[in-house]
T-cell receptor
Framework: DGGITQSPKYLFRKEGQNVTLSCEQN?????MYWYRQDPGQGLRLIYY???????QKGDIAEGYSVSREKKESFPLTVTSAQKNPTAFYLC?????????????FGQGTRLTVV | DQQVKQNSPSLSVQEGRISILNCDYTNSMFDYFLWYKKYPAEGPTFLIS?????DKNEDGRFTVFLNKSAKHLSLHIVPSQPGDSAVYFCAASAGYGGSQGNLIFGKGTKLSVKP
């Protein structure tokens, strides 16, 4: 089954700790994205990657970091510099960046800072 | 500044009737528009899309209308079913060569379809 897998589904972090969210896709998509959803808000773009070994900041990149060493994987690290990390995080991929193409989403990771 | 706006946070419709969800955008470079459906604690699922060269796209019970001059699109669901109850997100992108190849999302409209 092709798709996007995010893990874990729920994650708890103590204040001051870094935490890494996993995102793997087997769709052979070039582009991958990380979005954040807060209550009553739309999806806001954190980082995106058009191709392997490339990534760009989105609208709310502060306090986050990413890597794209493999086409299939785009992990997101939430650092201690992120002031309000409690949110629902969504990873997505599309066949390529730009163009008239839809993005496919994973099931999300709920991060809670305790 | 929001480039994609969904001004109705919620909508309640009777089963069997039409649901109309609205979306406005400000960026004239957007040329591809999508609707996603999202259940709580799940990722959004793609529903339907429309290119700016069209003014209508239909897929079963779902139809998207695009009015470029008004920078407005709408999603019609006919007939509405209780299983359609979810949050619907409008999204847009600037497409080929655009600086905004990623999707820009609205804040969503929560649709409740009552039996």
């Amino acid at each position: 089954d092709g798709g996007i897998t995010q893990s874990p589904k729920y994650l708890f972090r103590k204040e001051g700790q870094n935490v890494t969210l996993s995102c793997e896709q087997n769709l052979n998509h070039d582009a991958m994205y990380w979005y954040r959803q807060d209550p009553g808000q739309g999806l806001r773009l954190i980082y995106y990657s058009q191709i392997v070994n490339d990534f760009q900041k989105g609208d709310i990149a502060e306090g986050y970091s990413v890597s794209r060493e493999k086409k299939e994987s785009f992990p997101l690290t939430v650092t201690s510099a992120q002031k309000n990390p409690t949110a629902f995080y969504l990873c997505a991929s599309s066949i390529f960046f730009g163009g008239n193409t839809e993005a496919f989403f994973g099931q999300g990771t709920r991060l809670t800072v305790v | 500044d929001q480039q994609v706006k969904q001004n109705s946070p919620s909508l309640s419709v009777q089963e069997g009737r039409i649901s109309i969800l609205n979306c406005d955008y400000t960026n004239s470079m957007f040329d591809y528009f999508l609707w996603y459906k999202k259940y709580p604690a799940e990722g959004p699922t793609f529903l339907i899309s429309i290119s700016s060269i069209k003014d209508k796209n239909e897929d079963g019970r779902f139809t998207v209308f695009l009015n470029k001059s008004a920078k407005h699109l709408s999603l019609h669901i006919v007939p509405s079913q209780p299983g359609d109850s979810a949050v619907y997100f409008c999204a847009a992108s600037a497409g080929y060569g655009g600086s905004q190849g990623n999707l820009i999302f609205g804040k969503g409209t929560k649709l409740s379809v009552k039996p």
